[in-house]
């Protein structure tokens, strides 16, 4: 159902709407989406984006960690402009979505499926990019009955360092994970993101992306960020800690892959960064499903569809046609 709240923090603009206290707030090929709503997803408040004609067949997409529903402001329009309804939500703990006391693998895929069902009973189209892409894998396996067709963009987890171990050394392992990410927790529960000018936040966030161009990560942190009286902070829960988003690790979302029965698109970016899983082409191809379709692409990192947006548009539409 959806839902407003008076006391949520400041959100980025809508395409029709001025920059934020004056912040020159455009970049070339980029475009805020055209509508915003709340959503409740199990009692947690849920930030919604939506870009092209509400009428229009729903094509869900799902951000990466660390990330928010603006980063698709460069492909959503692409897609949009080609017929497309592009939805995209704040994760819980991200953007301008609220945070929880805690995380789950599982929670993320509710969220999901309560975004899904304010757009229609019929299954369509999910699209996700690295912690997105390992997410709509899940999605699809669980819910097959809601997934039309799959497009992951480099959000496959390389199970080259998931040891081959018996299941009883897993369970273990499992345990580990989990009270790993409970201490963590714990001892996070107080913490708050360090403050920084729009330039020192960009600066920060081009070390962990940098092969991304330093204007659009400037463009990003208004949206993705709040200014407060000491300065700008990214709207990310301090609480989540990089690879992990509840106890779970990456490499078990691979093993999802090969069950999928919808139309499946898994694209790689070939150069290897920070951000990326290391994941090779001999990692995804023996795991493709019946019909799977995998292109590596040269010259380009971990986010495909902002190095090259107008390239992965044209591989969507196609598979999506």
């Known amino acids: 159902m959806p839902a407003t ?10 395409a029709s709407e001025p920059p934020p206290d004056g912040v020159d707030h455009a970049y070339p090929g980029a475009r805020r989406p055209d509508r915003h709503r709340w959503l409740e997803s199990h009692g947690l408040r849920l930030s919604v984006w939506e870009w092209g004609d509400e009428s229009a067949p729903p ?18 329009p692409l897609l ?5 309804r592009v ?28 975004v899904m069902a304010t757009l229609g009973t019929r299954p369509m189209p999910v699209l996700g990019h690295s912690k997105g892409g390992a997410l709509i894998l899940q999605l699809a396996e669980s819910c097959p009955h809601m997934v039309s067709a799959v497009v992951n963009l480099d959000g496959l987890p390389s199970s080259r360092s998931w040891p081959d171990v018996p299941e009883h050394h897993r369970a273990r392992m499992r345990l580990k994970e989990t009270t790993s990410w409970l201490d963590h927790r714990r001892a996070a529960g107080g913490k708050t993101r360090r ?4 330039e020192e936040l960009a600066e920060r966030r081009g070390k962990m ?7 659009w990560l400037r463009y990003l942190v208004p949206i993705g960020a709040e200014r407060s009286a000491d300065g700008w902070r990214w709207k990310i829960d301090p609480t989540l800690r990089m690879g992990g988003f509840g106890p779970w690790r990456p490499e078990w979302s691979m093993w999802r892959l090969p069950s999928l029965g919808m139309p499946t698109l898994c694209v790689l970016g070939r150069e290897i960064e920070v951000m990326g899983w290391g994941t090779l082409p001999e990692d995804v191809v023996p795991n493709l499903p019946p019909g799977g379709r995998f292109v ?8 495909v569809h902002i190095e090259q947006p107008r390239a992965i548009a044209d591989l969507v539409l196609e598979h999506l046609s």
């Open 5 to 14: 709240d008076p006391s949520a923090p400041a959100r980025a603009r809508l």
């Open 80 to 84: 949009a402009d080609a017929g497309w």
């Open 296 to 303: 590596g692409l040269e010259g380009v990192g971990h986010f």
């Open 87 to 114: 939805v995209s939500w704040d994760q819980r703990g991200h953007g301008d979505s609220a945070h929880p006391t805690l995380y789950s693998w599982e929670a993320d895929v509710r969220d999901a499926v309560a």
């Open 209 to 215: 992306n940098p092969r991304l161009d330093p204007a």
């Open 59 to 76: 094509l869900l997409c799902a951000h990466g960690g660390f990330d928010f529903a603006g980063t698709f402001d460069g492909l959503a």
């Open 195 to 198: 403050p920084g000018t729009l």
